[in-house]
């Protein structure tokens, strides 16, 4: 069996591309650009599709093509984000911007290759929907809705039905599960828990408590509320700092979570991302809100410490002087990821995904079952 995972350039890409590798596929990750966060990938075609286009006048959406005939001559099953395909440009109903064209999952279906499609963020927030969630919701601090999401409402049911008209399966997690008809739910905010070190244990004297945030997008995150949270506790006295760390690359981060006593992920949103599942498994205790019906895995065993713009300032007053809920919370964290969101958890969903989605020979699917097994052990 050969995998293809691609082509949104996150960090969770490679671990999938991990838990593949787990079950004995033979995967890759190919990606057309890399952010400054993440580009740790197999095949990065940047530099390629820019030299076809400086040197020989060649159009970058002809090398497009030619890179979905390698994929189609190499690969059996697509792992692909909602939010784009190997050609371009995206969408094309529903969202100008986001989905993948119609053209391309045509031709898997017509190839007979398995396409397995997953809510990225962006590409499954639809403005009315989400508003309705709740009185926190990812929209409520918009700066400017349609530009960072699909937003419309109407348009983006209508691009969610054509991809799973089309898919193999729909995955998603969190959130997504509640704006995703029809979605699987398979936790695939997966770290190699092996590449994160134990972090040193907390103290329980009154030092200064070190509140590390990292947000691409504050207003998306609750940022303000944090802030105005901290600011007060300043005001009257309490030992608290407040760590700021945007678009840094993604090395800085994780070198920061051995340092900063908590995570704040997000207040408003209503479910963690990955940097959340990253300090975890560094044994960094996080701080989130919570959607009541969020789709997270284990719910009950999940150490995350809530928390929305309107209960953050006692939270954090609580931890000023509670370090041993801290300690607790980041000494839970490890495990919790390792059973939920490592990449033997995850290898072990894909190995169901296959067998229930895929018509695999009956001895494969032996095999697939058995090295799940094993990845849960």
């Known amino acids: 069996m050969n995998s293809l995972w691609g082509v949104t350039p996150i960090v969770n890409l490679s671990a999938g591309v991990a838990a593949d590798r787990a079950l004995g596929v033979n995967a890759r990750s190919l990606v057309f650009t890399t952010y400054h966060t993440s580009s740790n990938f197999d095949v990065v075609c940047s530099e390629i599709q820019a030299r076809l286009v400086a040197e020989r006048g060649e159009d970058w959406f002809l090398f497009r093509w030619l890179m979905l005939i390698w994929a189609i001559a190499n690969f059996d099953f697509f792992h692909l984000y909602n939010d784009r395909g190997i050609i371009e440009p995206a969408g094309g109903y529903g969202s100008p911007r986001f ?40 929209c409520s601090e918009c700066p400017d809705p349609g530009v960072y999401c699909v937003c419309d409402d109407a348009g983006g049911a209508a691009m969610l039905q054509i991809i799973r008209e089309y898919s193999t399966a729909v995955v998603a997690h969190g959130l997504a599960m509640k704006l995703i008809p029809g979605a699987r739910n398979v936790p695939y905010l997966t770290v190699d828990i092996n590449k994160f070190s134990p972090r040193r244990s907390w103290s329980q004297g009154d030092g200064k408590l070190v509140v590390g945030h990292f947000p691409n997008h504050g207003y998306f995150k609750g940022t303000k509320y944090l802030e105005g949270a901290i600011h007060f506790l300043q005001a009257e006295g309490h030992a608290v700092e407040l760590l700021l760390l945007s678009g840094k690359p993604h090395h800085e981060i994780l070198e920061a979570m051995q340092k900063i006593d908590v995570l704040v992920d997000q207040l408003i949103s209503g479910s963690f991302g990955l940097t959340a599942v990253e300090a975890m498994a560094s044994g960094c205790p996080v701080i989130c809100y919570l959607h009541d019906g969020v789709a997270i895995a284990d ?13 953050i300032k006692e939270v954090l007053r609580q931890l000023v002087s509670d370090r041993a809920r801290l300690s607790e919370a980041g000494a839970a ?21 296959y067998v229930a989605t895929a018509d695999l020979p009956k001895s494969l699917n032996a095999r697939l079952a058995e090295r799940a097994k094993v990845l849960n052990s």
């Not at 499609?117 to 508003?131: F, I, S, V």
């Not at 964290?333 to 995904?353: F, I, M, P, T």
Request: charged share 30%; glycine share 8%; net charge positive.
């Open 333 to 353: 964290g490890r495990q919790y990821v390792r059973k939920n969101y490592s990449v033997e958890a995850l290898g072990a969903h894909l190995a169901d995904l």
């Open 99 to 138: 989905g993948i064209a119609v053209r391309e999952m045509e031709i898997y279906r017509q190839a007979g290759k398995r396409l397995y499609t997953y809510a990225y963020g962006a590409d499954h927030r639809m403005r009315e929907k989400n508003l309705a969630l709740g009185k926190w919701n990812f």
């Open 299 to 311: 719910r009950k065993a999940c150490p995350i410490i809530e928390a929305n713009p309107e209960t």
